[in-house]
Structures are given as structure tokens and as C-alpha cells.
């Protein structure tokens, strides 16, 4: 006799797992920087306009095919058509390992930042000090890789405590305390004199800087910080029950992801502007001069450690997401039990994460079509297959499981769903039109 198949405890439970899953590195570590690179206000609109059209449409895609099979991303394919679709979840598998290989890497600095701004680094606060200090971590061969293990194994303790008392239990603690975090590093930033400055360049836009490099970048964000075009959502979809309303559930989860990337980019422009320092640092923004920023403002001591737990918990309740499509699957389609499944794939991609983190010190010379080990991993998923998987899963709901998508929607009409035929459009010819366009422009 098979168990039967674990559920989420609450509607609230539910979406704050999926938030949990999307709100992530992606927002806090990525969207400000982006926005700063393309131009503030201008990137805000446009990722908005991107994720409540596009990206909310496959979001629901999503939790509509995974809860109609209630099977694991290759699982659900395989249930609901068959043919050659499983592939699409294999390659969200195969995306899951990628992903979360260079992941745990970054969510290693995070731990080890913690420790960092808590033990006197501040006190060299030049943006250049720092600097040296964010290249020689990251370059030693050996620390972040013992943080990488130390994130690994909370993400993989987490989920082996399952659905409902793993992930459900720790998103439900975790993502209300990061919101809480991340108000009173607002309050703080928007008080900073100054501040304004940072304020009109993320709020004014100015449409000049919008082009297409900017709107490619959108969309592709988009497509990360949601969690979409892997099966993520598919594999938190499969442990709903029939009764839940999956658009309302979808909207939240939506806005919730981008209210949380918004508030990080009021959080740290502000700043970056009080202090005078470069919005365009790209990557570096939040690891090299955000502790600038911190060691030169009052009471930055508490504020920065508090802003790397802030980030280690948005990151560790977005790795536990990917981990579980892996485990998952594991355990649907291979009967292995949760706990050897989320050891054994977690292990594995500590490997994997490994060539990453050296890539990036003493490894740097080794490059795979022209890029170190960290960047392909980064470029082949998010450039490749998140969008390849946004495109087949949007197609698969649109043409070949529309009928059957519009009744898992409303659940037998149980519920309204107004926009459904804007919807139907969206996921028929829009989503995957605009994401071809990405994918082949960003090759
Ligand atoms: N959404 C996460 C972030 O913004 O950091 C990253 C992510 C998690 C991507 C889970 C894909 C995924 F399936």
C-alpha cells in the first residue's frame, strides 16, 4: 500500500511556501542591482508589467498541471499526455540540479557574511577594502565551499521534515520574519539623509535607458524570481488538494514576489545613493558595497548582519523549492524514501557546486564555451532552460490541456475566474512568443 500523498495544511501555508520558493536571491540579491544597471524606474515598470502578464499566466499553468496529476514535473507530463512532454519535466529536473549547485554556493556567502559583519569587517568601510575582502573569500578554495556544505545540508534538513512540518512549517516562521527584517531596514534607508536621490531614480522613470538589453533582462528576471519554467511550481501544485483557488493563490504568490523585490530596491538604492556610491556596481552591489553602505551609517553594526540573515533566509526557503522537485520526483516515480532522496540529490549537487565555487578562484582558467563554470551554470539556466521550460509549459496549458486547465482553474466552477480567456491567450501565443524572442536574443 502506497502513503497516501501529502497535502499542505492551509491555504496560507500553501502560498507562503510558494512565496517562499520565489521571493529568493533573485530579489534581494539580483533586482536592485538590475534595476540599477538599467535605468530604475523604467526596469520597475517593465518587470512589472512582464511578471503580472506573462509570468503570473505561467505561475498558474504551473500549479494547474501539478495539481491535475498530483505527480512530480516528469510524473505529471507523463500522466496527462504522454508522448514526448515528460521531456519538459526532465528538464526541469535537470534545471532543479543546475540551479541549485551555483545556488547553495551564493547562499554559502550569505552564512558566512552573517559571521563576517558580525565579527568587525566593517570597520575598513571603504568600498575598495571591501572589495578585497568579498574577492578573497570567494576566491580561497576552501571556506565558501565549507559554507556551501553548511547550506546544503539546512536546505536538505528542511526538506526532509516533508511537506507540511518541513517546508510548510519553516516558510510559515521564515518569510514573516523576513518581512519584518526587511521594514525595518526600510525605515532605516528611507531616513538616511540623502535618501531622496536613491528614491527618484528607482520611482521616476526615465524611458530613454528602457531598451531592448533592459526589457531582455526583465523577462528573463522575471522568469527566475518567479520560480517558473523548471516545475517548481508544478511539484508544490501536486501537494494541493482539489479545493483551493488556484488564481487567487497564483495573484498572491505574484505579489508577494514582486512587493518583496520592490521594498529591496527602496531598501538598498536609497542607500547606495546616500552614501554616494554606484548603483551600476552589478553583482557586487550587495556583497561589496552594501557593507560600504552599512559601515558608514549609524547603527550599521545591528543592520548588517541583519541584512545578510535577511537574505540567507530569502535564500535558504527558495533552495528548499528546488530541492523538493528533485525529491520529488525521487520518490514518486523511484519509491526511494524522502530522506535518501533529499541526501543523495543534495549531495550530488554539492558536487556539482564545488567546480562552481572553484570556478571562481582557483579553477578561473577553465572555461566552458567561453564562460567559467559559476557563470555557464547561472547563463545555462536561467538563458536556456527556464525560458525553453516557460515556453513548452505555457504551450502544453494553451493548446493541448486547455479544456481540462479552465475546469482545474475554477475547480469544476466552483470558483470565479474573469480573466480565464486573457489568460488562455497569454499562454496560447504571448508567453511563447516573447519568450522565443528572449531565448534567441540572448543567444
Ligand atoms: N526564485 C528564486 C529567487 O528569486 O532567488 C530562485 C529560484 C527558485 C528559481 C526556485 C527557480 C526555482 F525553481
Wanted: hydrophobic residues 55%.
Amino acid at each position: 500500500m502506497l502513503a497516501p500523498r501529502e497535502h499542505w495544511g492551509s491555504r496560507v501555508g500553501f502560498i507562503l511556501a510558494a512565496a517562499g520558493s520565489a521571493v529568493g536571491l533573485g530579489n534581494i540579491w539580483k533586482f536592485p542591482y538590475l534595476a540599477g544597471q538599467h535605468g530604475g524606474a523604467a526596469f520597475l515598470i517593465t518587470y512589472l508589467a512582464l511578471a503580472f502578464t506573462i509570468g503570473i499566466s505561467v505561475m498558474l499553468c504551473e500549479f494547474i498541471i501539478g495539481r491535475a496529476a498530483r505527480k512530480d514535473p516528469i510524473g505529471a507530463f507523463a500522466k496527462l499526455k504522454g508522448g514526448l512532454w515528460p521531456i519538459v519535466g526532465f528538464m526541469g529536473i535537470a534545471a532543479a540540479f543546475v540551479i541549485l549547485s551555483f545556488y547553495s554556493v551564493v547562499g554559502g556567502w550569505t552564512l558566512a557574511y552573517i559571521l563576517k559583519m558580525m565579527t568587525g569587517v566593517l570597520v575598513n568601510g571603504t568600498s575598495q577594502e571591501l572589495g578585497k575582502v568579498f574577492s578573497n573569500f570567494i576566491e580561497n578554495p576552501v571556506r565558501p565551499i565549507i559554507f556551501h556544505a553548511a547550506f546544503m545540508t539546512l536546505t536538505i534538513a528542511v526538506v526532509i521534515g516533508g511537506i507540511g512540518r518541513g517546508i510548510e512549517r519553516w516558510c510559515k516562521i521564515l518569510l514573516p520574519a523576513l518581512f519584518v527584517i526587511i521594514l525595518i531596514l526600510l525605515g532605516r534607508s528611507l531616513t538616511l539623509p540623502g535618501a531622496m536621490k536613491g528614491i527618484e531614480y528607482f520611482l521616476q522613470p526615465d524611458f530613454s535607458k528602457m531598451n531592448a538589453a533592459a526589457f531582455n533582462a526583465a523577462l528573463s528576471q522575471a522568469f527566475f524570481s518567479l520560480s517558473i519554467g523548471m516545475g517548481a511550481m508544478i511539484t508544490y501544485g501536486s501537494y494541493l488538494d482539489r479545493t483551493m483557488n488556484l488564481p487567487t493563490s497564483t495573484i498572491w504568490t505574484t505579489s508577494l514576489d514582486t512587493s518583496i523585490a520592490f521594498l529591496a530596491g527602496l531598501v538598498i538604492l536609497p542607500a547606495v545613493f546616500a552614501f554616494g556610491f554606484d548603483p551600476n556596481a552589478g553583482p557586487g552591489l550587495t556583497f561589496i558595497t552594501l557593507p560600504a553602505v552599512f559601515a558608514n551609517m549609524p547603527g550599521g553594526v545591528v543592520f548588517a548582519p541583519l541584512f545578510f540573515v535577511l537574505l540567507a533566509i530569502a535564500a535558504l526557503t527558495s533552495a528548499v523549492s528546488l530541492l523538493e522537485v528533485v525529491v520529488t520526483y525521487l520518490v514518486d516515480e523511484k519509491g526511494v524514501s524522502r530522506r535518501t532522496a533529499a541526501w543523495g540529490s543534495g549531495a550530488v549537487m554539492f558536487l556539482i557546486g564545488i567546480p562552481a565555487s572553484l570556478s571562481l578562484g582557483v579553477w578561473k582558467d577553465y572555461t566552458i564555451f567561453g564562460k567559467g563554470i559559476f557563470d555557464f551554470l547561472d547563463y545555462l539556466s536561467s538563458n536556456l532552460l527556464l525560458p525553453l521550460g516557460g515556453i513548452f509549459i505555457a504551450l502544453f496549458v494553451g493548446w493541448f490541456f486547455s479544456e481540462k486547465a479552465l475546469e482545474e482553474a475554477t475547480a469544476g466552477g466552483k470558483h470565479r475566474f474573469p480573466v480565464a480567456r486573457i489568460w488562455m491567450f497569454i499562454c496560447k501565443f504571448i508567453a511563447p512568443l516573447a519568450i522565443a524572442w528572449i531565448l534567441i536574443s540572448g543567444l
